[in-house]
C-alpha cells in the first residue's frame, strides 16, 4: 500500500495506528472470551479496522456517526469508556440497552452514535432525518451512516440516497464492501461493477477509497467532510475491504476460497500501516510495546469493572414503564370562541396550531406541500410555515418514516402524513422495529405522529380502504388514536404531537366532510388513553370508536326504545379499559362494534379482558361486531355488505334479547 504520499504529521499518524490497535487488540480479547462462554456472539470486523477508525477521525465530535456491528472502531475512536462496552457485550445492567439488546444494537447521544438494527436498511433513512434536522438547525455538520454490500440490495438503501439526494442533505454514506453478505458472494448480491456506480442513478457524488489504508481513508473523508460541511450534499463512498473472520463466529468461513483469504490477509490494514511507520521511524519497537502494554492494561482493567458489574435484575414494573417515555400531559383548555367546522377542518386547525407552537416540528409526505395533501389538510401551509417546514416527500414511505425518527433523535419533531393508511405497508419495518423499540432498547424516543386517513364506505377499493389499526395495537411502544369527532380530533391530535412517543394518529376518511361540530377556535388539548361516554343507559354497554360510533349512534336513533352506555374509545393504546369495566358492571352486558374485520382486533381483546376481569358481572356473553373476513371489495354493494355497519342493530337486539 502506499502510504508516502499523504501529507500528515507524525502525531497524527501514530494516533491513526493505536487508534486502529486498540479495537484490534480488543476483538483478539473477545474472540478468547466467545470460547470460554462470557459473551454470546461476536461479529469480528478483523481486517476492516482502517474503515471506521479512518471515517471517526475525520468526523467532528458533534456529528452523528451511524456504524454497523463491524465498526468497534467508531466506538473505541470516540473514545466510550471500555467497561461500559464490554457491560453491553454481556448483557450486564450498566451496559447502554440494560440487558435488552446485544452487541452493538444500541445508541448513545452523550457520543453522538446511533447504533443499527438487524434489518439494516432503517438506519440509512434516519441519517437522512439527522442530517436534515443539522440543516434546518442552521448547522455545518455531517451525518455518517455505515451499511454493508449486502444492505445496498434493500429497498431502504435505494430510498434513502434518492431522498438525501432530493433534499441536498450532507450524508456520508459509507459503503464496506467487504465481500461476502454472510456467505454470499458480490457475484450474487450485484450485477454493476463497483457499488459505488450506484450513486449515479440518484445524482450523486461517489468514490471507491481502498478500505485497508488508514490514511487514504482518513484523508479523503477528511477532504469530504470540510466540503459537505460548507456545500451540503450527500456523498456516496465504496470501501473495498474483506471480511476476515466470519458473519458471525459460529458461521465460519468454509465458503471463502483460501486462496482469497491469503490475498486479503497480506493487506491487513494494521500489519502493513505498522510495518510503514517502523520503516520510516515513526513507530519504534520499545513504543509500540509500550502501547500495546498499555491497551492491555487499559482492556484488563476494564474488563475487571464489567465483570463485577450487577446482572440485570428484571422489574416486571421497569420493564413495561420503560417501553415507553415519560409523558406528562399538561391540559391546554378550549376558549370561548367556536366555530362549526367538519373533521377534516379540525385536522387542518390542529395541525396548524401546532406547527405555531413548536417551531421545531416538520411535517413530511407524499403531495403535502403546495398541493396541500390529497385531502387538502395542509392547504395553505407552505405559505405559513415555508417549503423547509412542509416537506413533499418521493414515493417511499420506509425512509421517511426514518427521516422522522432522525429528525426526533437530532430534537425535533416529525408528522408524516401517509397518503392512505394502506400505504403503511411500505413503511411498516422503521415504525414496528424502530419506533416502537427505541426507547426500551436505549432509552431514546421517537417524538413522530404518523397521521393515517384511513376507513371505507367511499367505495375505494382494497388498497385505499383499510382500518389496520390492529396491526399497531400489537406493537408494544407505539400509541394509537382514532377520533370520531372534530372536537376529539384537533385536541387528541395536539397532545400526539406533544407526546414524545410514537403515535399513529388514524383519521377516518369517510368522516372528513361529513362529520360536523362546534369546535374552539383556540389551541387545545386532551388526554391520550381517555374514552368518552356519549350516552348513558343501563340496558347495555356499546363501545366502539372512530366511523363505528357514528354508525351506533344512528341505530340508536332508530331505537329509541333502548338505554345504552356508549363508550367512544378515542385511543386505543393506551386503552382506557377502566371506562369499559365500570360501564360493563353497570349493565351486565356488552357488545363492541369495529369497522376492521374480525379475528386479531381490538374488539377481541376488549372482549378477552372483560371476561377475565368483569365475568361474574355479565348477564350474557361478550358480543363481537366486525367486517367480513376479506379484503374491501370496491362495488357499493359489496362493500356495504362487507362492512360491520349493516350487521350492528341485529346483532345489538340479540344480545339484549339474550
Not at 463491524?70 to 450486564?92: A, E, H, M
Not at 444494537?105 to 447504533?115: E, N, S
Not at 461476502?180 to 450485484?190: A, D
Not at 426507547?439 to 386517513?453: F, G, K, L, Q, T
Request: glycine share 8%.
Amino acid at each position: 500500500m502506499d502510504y508516502g504520499k499523504y501529507d500528515l504529521d507524525n502525531d497524527l499518524r501514530l494516533r491513526l495506528y493505536t487508534s486502529m490497535l486498540k479495537p484490534r487488540m480488543i476483538e483478539e480479547k473477545m474472540l478468547i472470551l466467545l470460547r470460554q462462554g462470557k459473551i454470546s456472539k461476536w461479529f469480528s470486523g478483523i481486517g476492516q479496522e482502517a474503515i471506521a477508525v479512518g471515517v471517526a477521525t475525520a468526523m467532528a465530535t458533534e456529528e452523528y456517526i451511524l456504524p454497523m456491528h463491524r465498526n468497534l472502531g467508531v466506538f473505541t475512536t470516540r473514545d466510550i469508556p471500555l467497561y461500559r462496552l464490554f457491560s453491553q457485550w454481556q448483557g450486564k445492567a450498566n451496559g447502554f440497552t440494560n440487558g435488552r439488546d446485544r452487541s452493538f444494537h444500541f445508541g448513545t447521544q452523550a457520543y453522538k452514535i446511533v447504533g443499527m438494527i438487524s434489518h439494516l436498511g432503517p438506519q440509512l433513512g434516519v441519517a437522512d432525518g439527522i442530517a436534515l434536522a443539522g440543516l434546518l438547525q442552521g448547522k455545518k455538520e455531517v451525518t455518517a451512516v455505515f451499511t454493508g454490500e449486502g444492505a445496498t440490495s434493500e429497498g431502504d438503501f435505494h430510498e434513502a440516497l434518492n431522498v438525501a439526494a432530493v433534499w441536498g442533505l450532507p450524508v456520508l454514506f459509507c459503503v464496506e464492501n467487504n465481500g461476502y453478505g454472510l456467505s454470499t458472494p458480490t457475484s450474487e448480491q450485484f450485477k454493476c461493477e463497483h457499488l459505488a456506480d450506484k450513486g449515479k442513478g440518484y445524482g450523486m457524488e461517489s468514490h471507491i477509497i481502498d478500505g485497508n489504508n488508514i490514511l487514504e481513508v482518513y484523508t479523503k473523508i477528511d477532504s469530504l467532510c470540510k466540503s459537505m460541511r460548507e456545500n451540503p450534499r450527500p456523498v456516496l463512498v465504496e470501501f473495498k475491504t474483506f471480511r476476515m473472520r466470519g458473519h458471525e463466529e459460529a458461521s465460519g468461513t468454509k465458503y471463502v476460497p483460501q486462496e482469497l483469504m491469503d490475498r486479503w490477509a497480506a493487506k491487513d490494514p494494521l500489519e502493513n500501516y505498522s510495518a510503514y511507520l517502523r520503516d520510516e521511524n515513526i513507530l519504534t519497537e520499545a513504543q509500540d510495546v509500550v502501547y500495546k502494554k498499555q491497551l492491555i492494561a487499559e482492556i484488563d482493567e476494564h474488563l475487571k469493572k464489567a465483570f463485577t458489574e450487577q446482572e440485570v435484575v428484571p422489574d416486571t414494573f421497569t420493564e413495561i414503564r420503560n417501553v415507553y417515555k415519560d409523558f406528562e400531559y399538561k391540559e391546554v383548555g378550549p376558549g370561548p370562541d367556536i366555530k362549526n367546522i367538519r373533521l377534516v377542518d379540525a385536522i387542518s386547525d390542529g395541525l396548524r396550531l401546532s406547527m405555531e407552537r413548536h417551531e421545531d416540528l416538520v411535517i413530511m409526505g407524499q403531495d403535502v406541500a403546495e398541493y396541500g395533501g390529497v385531502f387538502k389538510i395542509t392547504d395553505g401551509f407552505v405559505e405559513a410555515f415555508g417549503k423547509e417546514r412542509v416537506r413533499n416527500t418521493p414515493i417511499c414511505e420506509s425512509a421517511i418514516v426514518s427521516a422522522a425518527m432522525g429528525l426526533s433523535i437530532h430534537g425535533m419533531k416529525a408528522v408524516m402524513e401517509m397518503q392512505f393508511a394502506d400505504f403503511v405497508s411500505s413503511g411498516f419495518n422503521p415504525i414496528v422495529n424502530y419506533l416502537a423499540k427505541a426507547h426500551y432498547r436505549w432509552s431514546e424516543n421517537a417524538d413522530v405522529v404518523i397521521r393515517m386517513p384511513c376507513g371505507g364506505g367511499m367505495a375505494a377499493g382494497p388498497f385505499h380502504s383499510q382500518t389496520n389499526e390492529a396491526w399497531f395495537t400489537k406493537t408494544p411502544g407505539l400509541k394509537v388514536v382514532y377520533p370520531a369527532f372534530p372536537y376529539d380530533a384537533k385536541g387528541l391530535l395536539a397532545t400526539a404531537i406533544n407526546d414524545p412517543n410514537p403515535v399513529l394518529f388514524f383519521e377516518h376518511k369517510g368522516l372528513y366532510r361529513r362529520v360536523y361540530q362546534d369546535v374552539p377556535k383556540d389551541y387545545y388539548t386532551l388526554p391520550l388513553g381517555k374514552a368518552s361516554l356519549l350516552k348513558e343507559g343501563n340496558d347495555i354497554s356499546i363501545v366502539s370508536y372512530g366511523a363505528g360510533v357514528h354508525w351506533v349512534l344512528e341505530t340508536l336513533e332508530n331505537n329509541t326504545n333502548i338505554q345504552a352506555d356508549v363508550i367512544d374509545l378515542r385511543s386505543l393504546q393506551p386503552l382506557d379499559i377502566d371506562a369499559v369495566y365500570d360501564s360493563v358492571k353497570k349493565t351486565g352486558k356488552l357488545i363492541i362494534l369495529q369497522e376492521d374485520s374480525l379475528f386479531g382486533g381490538i374488539a377481541s381483546d376488549i372482549s378477552a379482558l372483560v371476561m377475565e376481569n368483569c365475568f361474574e358481572y355479565l348477564d350474557a356473553p361478550v358480543k363481537r361486531v366486525a367486517s367480513l373476513e376479506t379484503p374491501i371489495p370496491f362495488a357499493k354493494t359489496l362493500e356495504d355488505n362487507y362492512l360491520s355497519r349493516g350487521r350492528f342493530e341485529s346483532a345489538l337486539l340479540q344480545l339484549l334479547a339474550y
